[in-house]
C-alpha cells in the first residue's frame, strides 16, 4: 500500500446518493452509509443550490430526484468513511455552484472533517501521496473554480416522459453482452458531459473563484480544451484526474489504447456510466481496468452482473477498497512500449476447478421457494471475466429434486492474464416451463484463490452472503 494512488484499482461509486433510478428516485445519505460498509472509497456528490440559492443540496440536476443536504452527506461521510477500511475516501464533487455558495462549501467541509482532511501542500502534485500515507483522511476531488456559470432550469425535461428498459432481468445480462453505447457523434464528451452538455447561451457569468474552494481540492479534475489526444496528454510533474463515459472509453480504446495507458500510468482516469442508464444499471468493468482506469464508477444500487464483477475485484487485497494494479500495466519494455490489450498473449497458468455439492439452501428458503411441489434441480455456472482471450462460462448438469445437490464435474480455464482475471459462481435452480431460478452467486479474485478443497459462500442478487447456502469445490493450478 506504499505505491501512488495511480497505481491501484480504487473501488468507486457514481450518484453515490441516489436510492434507486437516476431520474426520480429520492436522494439520501442512507446509500452513501451503505457504499461506505461495504468498503467502497471514492464517494460522488452532485453540488446545486437550494431554491432560495442560499443553501447546497445533494441531487442529480434537471431531474425529478429529491434533493438531501449537503451538511447531511458529509457527516454520514465522516461517520461511516472508515468502518469497512482505514485507507483513504475521496469525495469527487460535480459543482454548479456560485462562488458565495463554494465559499460555504469550503467552511462545511472543514468544520465536518476537520484533520481528516487531506490539503495538498502544493497545488500542482507532482504524484499522490500512497493510499497508506493518506489511511485515515478525505481527499477532495472536483475541476478548480473559475467562472460560476449558472445554467437556467429547462423546465421542458420535468415533463419529458423516459422510456425504462425491460431488459435487465433478475440477473442482468452477461457482462460480456453488456456492450458500451455506439454513438453516432465522434465528439470528444468529458467531465459527465451526460448531464451537463446544455447549449453555451443558456449560461450566464458570475463572477470570480473561490480561493477557500479551491485550496480543498487534493486531485484536480480537469475538462481539457481539444480532441481526446488532448486530454490524454502526459504532462510532466502534474496529476490530474481525467472522467470518460463508458462509451467514450469505448472509442478510445479503438484509437488511442496505447495512450490511455500510458495516462493511467502517472494520473487517474475515471469512467462513469453512460447518461441513458436511467434504471441505474451497470457496464462491464473489464474494459476499463485492462486500460488501467483507477476509478471505474458504478450505480451501487444497479444489482445485477456487472456489479457482481466490482464486488469480486474489490474483495482482493483484504476488501480495503484498493487493489494494485498488474505490474503489466505499470512497466514498461525495453523501448517503453506499454501493454496493449488487444495483443494475442500465451497462456500463463491453468486453473482447475471442481464443483462437488452443495448445501444449505433447505436453511435460507422455504421449502415452496423454487418449487411448490418437489424439491429443487440445482445446476452451478463457472466460468472467467477478465481479458477477452480468458472470457467463458460452462455448466454442470442438473440435479433433480435435490436440496444437497452432488455435482462432482471439472472445469478446466486457460488464463492468459490471470492477474486480472475473476471467477464467477452462480448457481441456478432449473424450471422447465418459466425462467430459471436465481439461487445464489459470487465472485472471486483468481489471484486470491487459495489451492485446496473450500467451502465457498453465495450470495443473494445484492451481493450479501446467504447464511448458509454454500459450494464445496476445489480449485488448483497448474504451471
Known amino acids: ?44 456528490l452532485d453540488l446545486w443550490p437550494n431554491s432560495s440559492k442560499d443553501n447546497v443540496h445533494v441531487l442529480h440536476g434537471r431531474t425529478l430526484t429529491t434533493p438531501v443536504e449537503l451538511v447531511k452527506c458529509l457527516k454520514s461521510i465522516k461517520e461511516h468513511a ?42 500542482d502534485l507532482k504524484e499522490l501521496p500512497s493510499p497508506e500515507t493518506l489511511k485515515g483522511r478525505i481527499l477532495i476531488s472536483t475541476k478548480p473554480p473559475k467562472e460560476y456559470l449558472e445554467a437556467e432550469e429547462d423546465k421542458s425535461t420535468k415533463s419529458q416522459r423516459v422510456k425504462y428498459s425491460s431488459d435487465d432481468d433478475v440477473w442482468g445480462e452477461e457482462p460480456s453482452e453488456a456492450t458500451p453505447y455506439k454513438d453516432k457523434n465522434n465528439k470528444y464528451e468529458s467531465d459527465e458531459s451526460d448531464h451537463d452538455n446544455e447549449d453555451s447561451e443558456h449560461y450566464i457569468k458570475k463572477g470570480d473563484s473561490c480561493p477557500a474552494y479551491k485550496n480543498l481540492i487534493a486531485i ?74 483507477q476509478m471505474i464508477a458504478f450505480n451501487m444500487q444497479g444489482y445485477g452482473r456487472s456489479l457482481w464483477l466490482m464486488h469480486g475485484m474489490f474483495r482482493a487485497n483484504g476488501g480495503c477498497g484498493y487493489v494494485r494494479k498488474p505490474d503489466f500495466l505499470m512497466q514498461n519494455g525495453p523501448n517503453n512500449e506499454v501493454f496493449d490489450p488487444k495483443a494475442k498473449l500465451p497462456v500463463k497458468k491453468i ?21 411448490a411441489y418437489s424439491p429443487p434441480d440445482f445446476y452451478t455456472r463457472v466460468g472467467i471475466a477478465g481479458a477477452a482471450a480468458d ?29 486480472i482475471a475473476l471467477l464467477r459462481i452462480e448457481v441456478h435452480e432449473y424450471d ?26 453465495l450470495c443473494d442478487r445484492k451481493g450479501y452472503p446467504y447464511p448458509s447456502a454454500r459450494l464445496l469445490m476445489k480449485f488448483e493450478f497448474l504451471p
Request: aromatic share 8%; net charge negative.
Open 1 to 44: 500500500m506504499n505505491h501512488p494512488l495511480t497505481h491501484y484499482f480504487i473501488y468507486t461509486g457514481h450518484n453515490s446518493y441516489l436510492t434507486g433510478n437516476q431520474l426520480s428516485s429520492p436522494c439520501s445519505d442512507v446509500p452513501i452509509i451503505k457504499a461506505l460498509e461495504r468498503g467502497v472509497r471514492v464517494i460522488e
Open 82 to 123: 472508515f468502518v469497512a477500511s482505514d485507507y483513504p475516501v475521496v469525495i469527487t464533487l460535480e459543482d454548479h455552484l456560485t462562488p458565495d455558495l463554494q465559499e460555504k462549501v469550503a467552511q462545511m467541509v472543514h468544520e465536518t472533517f476537520g484533520e481528516l482532511l487531506y490539503i495538498p501542500e502544493s497545488s
Open 220 to 293: 484536480h479534475a480537469g475538462k481539457p480544451k481539444g480532441g481526446l489526444e488532448e486530454a490524454l496528454k502526459v504532462e510532466k510533474d502534474k496529476v490530474r484526474r481525467l472522467s470518460l463515459a463508458e462509451q467514450e472509453l469505448e472509442k478510445a480504446a479503438e484509437r488511442h489504447q496505447q495512450q490511455i495507458i500510458r495516462f493511467t500510468q502517472q494520473n487517474i482516469l475515471r469512467i462513469y456510466p453512460k447518461g441513458t442508464r436511467v434504471t441505474s444499471s451497470n457496464y462491464k468493468p473489464l474494459i476499463g481496468w485492462l486500460h488501467g482506469a
Open 351 to 371: 486453473l482447475k476447478v471442481k464443483v462437488y455439492m452443495g448445501d444449505g439452501w433447505h436453511l435460507d428458503f422455504k421449502q415452496t421457494h423454487f418449487d
Open 391 to 419: 472470457e467463458i462460462m460452462r455448466k454442470t448438469r442438473a440435479i433433480e429434486d435435490s436440496w444437497t445437490p452432488v455435482w462432482n464435474e471439472e472445469f478446466t480455464f486457460e488464463l492468459t492474464l490471470p492477474e
Open 432 to 457: 422447465m416451463s418459466e425462467k430459471d431460478d436465481f439461487a445464489g452467486q459470487t465472485c472471486l479474485p483468481v489471484s486470491e484463490l487459495r489451492p485446496g478443497i473450500r467451502a465457498v459462500p
